[in-house]
Antibody, heavy 122, light 106 residues
Framework: DVQLVESGGGLVQPGGSLRLSCAAS????????MNWVRQAPGKGLEWISY????????FNADSMKGRFAISRDNAKNSLYLQMSSLTAEDTAVYYC???????????????WGRGTLVTVSS | EIVMTQSPATLSVSPGERAILSCRAS??????LAWYQQKPGQAPRLLIY???TRATGFPARFSGSGSGTEFTLTISSLQSEDFAIYYC????????FGRGTKLEIK
């Protein structure tokens, strides 16, 4: 099956750090750009970070203020999100998302994982 | 940043009736617009891309239209499984999502 499976979520104290992982299967991971998207409880969707297929291009949403770092290991079919200086506002479900790139645009999100919940609380 | 505005926030429609959801971009996104469906406890699922192309697995009662700054998602005859939250997203200049429209049973 074509799927993305996130892991690494949990309870973390304010100011702490956490590393999320996403395992891809059923497709050639190294051919696709990837993103992280999050959703706070009862709220909408927020794009976090983008990484190109070869890791040559990495971009973060300005709102993350440099606290989050996306990376990937194509040999392991895995995507990562390193998060630091976490606050209660970072409490959310974090989704790993595959991008279908289109000409002259950034591409749409054609495959989503089920998400992993990160709770920032003391 | 391109701001996406969806309306209405909540839409109450009876099964079998038609639903029309709107999405407006703060600047032109051409046809680089996607719609996603999200049901409770589930991840979003790609519904429409390129403003009007239906993704795999969705029936023909779902249709998208528009270009530039004004977009519409129409569900022609609502079935019980269609009641969900729908998000629009532009991918013309990075990514931004609307706040969603909750489609509920009337």
């Amino acid at each position: 099956d074509v799927q993305l499976v996130e892991s690494g979520g949990g309870l973390v104290q304010p100011g702490g750090s956490l590393r999320l992982s996403c395992a891809a299967s059923g497709f050639t991971f190294s051919n696709y750009s990837m993103n992280w998207v999050r959703q706070a409880p009862g709220k909408g969707l927020e794009w976090i970070s983008y990484i190109s297929s070869s890791s040559s291009a990495v971009f973060n949403a300005d709102s993350m203020k440099g606290r989050f770092a996306i990376s990937r290991d194509n040999a392991k079919n895995s995507l990562y999100l390193q998060m630091s200086s976490l606050t209660a506002e970072d409490t959310a479900v974090y989704y790993c998302v595959r991008v279908l790139v289109v000409p002259n645009a950034f591409g749409y999100f054609d495959l989503w994982g089920r998400g992993t919940l990160v709770t920032v609380s003391s | 940043e391109i701001v996406m505005t969806q309306s209405p926030a909540t839409l109450s429609v009876s099964p079998g009736e038609r639903a029309i959801l709107s999405c407006r971009a703060s600047q032109s996104v051409r046809t680089n617009l996607a719609w996603y469906q999200q049901k409770p406890g589930q991840a979003p699922r790609l519904l429409i891309y390129g403003a009007s192309t239906r993704a795999t697995g969705f029936p023909a009662r779902f249709s998208g239209s528009g270009s530039g700054t004004e977009f519409t998602l129409t569900i022609s005859s609502l079935q019980s499984e269609d009641f969900a939250i729908y998000y629009c997203q532009q991918y013309n200049n990075w990514y931004s999502f609307g706040r969603g429209t909750k489609l509920e049973i009337k």
